[in-house]
């Protein structure tokens, strides 16, 4: 069965840019996580969708920040305009169950670089 | 004070011996506990969750739980060159959040 599949693997990207981050989760999976890793702060949860739908946002720094889930398979988050702080990998995890019950299975994640 | 609190390590220790790696949490209506390790440039997985008071083994794993002290611990017995890698302690919150820790790297040399 496949993973959970994240792209792109890289980004570099300049200040001011639109970056848009894709999530494809493990099928039949109900939960989908978006996390945000750096040094300073750790894994950060960002927002959670359970059957496609926004539980929790409360995690999203700013509005520059926007996520959607638009069915089962797919998820995509958006920063406009991006921000060198906003460097860090980002990732996506799945959970079989509803609701978040700390079982996640996380995707090899997407390195942004904001110059 | 942070949610979750785990020492950044590195913490060495030699092939065969015990590795402990400890973790503290400040919210005490948790009741849900994770390990997850992290190898560098790679994605967390998961590894041990525990959810009662006391020890849970699996393998060379050993989780214990101490929700009166809110203290979370994981052992690894006869520690391999393998398992040099970032541990994550994870806590659901009362939010339904998983917050995880900052991690402890842990270095097994040969």
């Known amino acids: 069965d496949a993973g959970v599949i994240q792209s792109p693997r890289h980004e570099v990207t300049e200040m001011g840019q639109e970056v848009t981050l894709r999530c494809k989760p493990i099928s039949g999976h109900n939960s989908l996580f978006w996390y945000r890793q750096t040094m300073m702060r750790g894994l950060e949860l960002l927002i959670y969708?359970?059957?496609?739908?926004?539980?929790?946002d409360s995690g999203m720094p700013e509005d520059r920040f926007s996520a959607k889930m638009p069915n089962a398979s797919f998820s995509t988050l958006k920063i406009q305009p991006s921000e060198p702080r906003d460097s860090a990998v980002y990732f996506c995890?799945?959970?079989?169950?509803?609701?978040?019950?700390?079982?996640?299975?996380f995707g090899e994640g997407s390195r942004l670089t904001v110059l | 004070q942070k949610e979750v609190e785990q020492n950044s390590g590195p913490l060495s220790v030699p092939e065969g011996a015990i590795a402990s790696l400890n973790c503290t949490y400040s919210d005490r209506v948790s009741q849900s506990f994770f390990w997850y390790r992290q190898y560098s440039g790679k994605s967390p997985e998961l590894i041990m969750s525990i959810y009662s008071n006391g020890d849970k083994e699996d393998g060379r794993f050993t989780a214990q739980l101490n929700k009166a002290s809110q203290y979370v611990s994981l052992l690894i017995r006869d520690s391999q060159p393998s398992d040099s890698a970032t541990y994550l302690c994870a806590v659901m919150s009362n939010t339904d959040k998983l917050i995880f820790g900052t991690g402890t790297r842990l270095q097994v040399f040969p």
């Open positions: 995890a799945s959970s079989r169950r509803q609701g978040n019950t700390g079982e996640l299975f």
């Open positions: 969708f359970n059957n496609n739908v926004p539980i929790d």
